[in-house]
């Protein structure tokens, strides 16, 4: 994965660093709906935690599935961890994929993120389909017509934007693989049990004081 993702961000990036000055500008006419953070809590809370991660990554896959939900009920609706959502696509189909999302109302964000990273064997990883063509299913699903995918998915404003985020998550964090969590500003690389986020979350409170 590592490889790879070296691999789509070298290509991916040539023409954001090449032009930034023109990427920047484009940027300004991205609707603020799209640039603005996917979150969920008290934005007061001590504790924020991002949560880098892409939606063709299987340990992101599990982690949405079987920790996430217990992170949500024990630290996001208790108050205790303001909760920030951050693409990171490693490869092009998950760029689009997160490009898809945001474009969607912003309350449809995480629902329809979540049945992508439940179901990657079913569009992004299924034998003899295209990933692209499954994921335009989806999309119709959550409300998006396909002239409506085709548009998005080939806006290279929308694509900059994330792109951009992505290479400043890698100058700040250095990140090297998904899902990268963030603790109050400290990167914490992998995938990890409840038992482990919680530990992060007390030394971040800790720091905090």
């Not at 990167?187 to 971040?204: L, Q, R, T, Y």
């Amino acid at each position: 994965m590592r490889v790879r993702r070296r691999f789509f961000l070298t290509a991916a990036l040539a023409s954001f660093l090449l032009y930034p000055a023109i990427n920047n500008a484009k940027a300004e006419g991205v609707p603020d709906s799209f640039k603005s953070e996917r979150t969920l809590g008290n934005p007061n809370a001590k504790v924020h935690v991002e949560e880098w991660y892409s939606l063709t990554c299987v340990h992101c896959g599990r982690f949405s599935e079987t920790v996430f939900p217990q992170i949500k009920e024990k630290y996001i609706d208790t108050g205790k961890v303001f909760y920030i959502f951050k693409d990171y696509p490693l490869d092009k189909v998950a760029l689009s994929a997160a490009i898809v999302a945001r474009s969607l109302p912003e309350n449809q964000y995480m629902p329809f993120t979540s049945v992508l990273l439940k179901n990657l064997d079913q569009w992004a990883f299924r034998q003899n389909s295209d990933p692209m063509q499954e994921l335009q299913k989806y999309a119709a699903l959550a409300g998006m017509s396909k002239n409506q995918f085709e548009q998005v998915i080939n806006d290279p404003q929308l694509r900059d934007v994330i792109l951009q985020e992505q290479k400043q998550a890698d100058d700040r964090y250095k990140i090297d693989s998904t899902p990268t969590f963030v603790f109050n500003g400290k990167p914490v690389i992998g995938e990890m049990s409840i038992e482990a986020f919680g530990k992060h979350v007390e030394d971040a409170e800790k720091l905090k004081k």
